[in-house]
Nanobody, 125 residues
Framework: QLQLVESGGGLVQPGGSLRLSCAVS????????IGWFRQAPGKEREGVSC????????NYADSVKDRFTISRDIAKNTVYLQMDNLKPEDTAVYYC??????????????????WGQGTQVTVSS
C-alpha cells in the first residue's frame, strides 16, 4: 500500500527555518513525481513546490521562490522541503503528494493521486 507521512512541522518565529519530511512507503520513490502543497484556514489549497519523476524538473510558487528548497533522499525514501526565512503568511497545513511516472513538475493538486495527512506549520511571534 502506498503511503506518505509528513513530519517536521511546528511553531517558528518569523525569519526562522523548518525542514519538512515526507516519508514514503509502498512504492519506489524515484518512479513518482512529488509535490508539496499547503492550505491555510479559510484558504484554498496552494501548490508550493514540486519535483518531477527522476528529479529532472523542479518548480516553486512565486511566493516561496528563493526561500524553500525541495529535495529527495532516495536511500531513505524521503522527500524534504527546506523552508527558510519563514513569514506569517506561510502558516498552513503542509501536505506532500505523489503521482506515478509523472515527469513534469506542476503545482496543481488535481494532477496528484496520493496524499499524506499533513503537518501544521505556524509562523508567529
Amino acid at each position: 500500500q502506498l503511503q506518505l507521512v509528513e513530519s517536521g512541522g511546528g511553531l517558528v518565529q518569523p525569519g526562522g527555518s523548518l525542514r519538512l519530511s515526507c516519508a514514503v512507503s509502498g512504492f519506489t520513490l524515484d518512479d513518482y513525481a512529488i509535490g508539496w502543497f499547503r492550505q491555510a484556514p479559510g484558504k484554498e489549497r496552494e501548490g508550493v513546490s514540486c519535483d518531477g519523476r527522476g528529479g529532472f524538473a523542479t518548480n516553486y510558487a512565486d511566493s516561496v521562490k528563493d526561500r524553500f528548497t525541495i529535495s529527495r533522499d532516495i536511500a531513505k525514501n524521503t522527500v524534504y522541503l527546506q523552508m527558510d526565512n519563514l513569514k506569517p503568511e506561510d502558516t498552513a497545513v503542509y501536505y506532500c503528494a505523489a503521482r506515478r511516472l509523472f515527469v513534469k513538475c506542476v503545482l496543481n493538486g488535481r494532477e496528484y493521486d496520493y496524499w499524506g495527512q499533513g503537518t501544521q506549520v505556524t509562523v508567529s511571534s
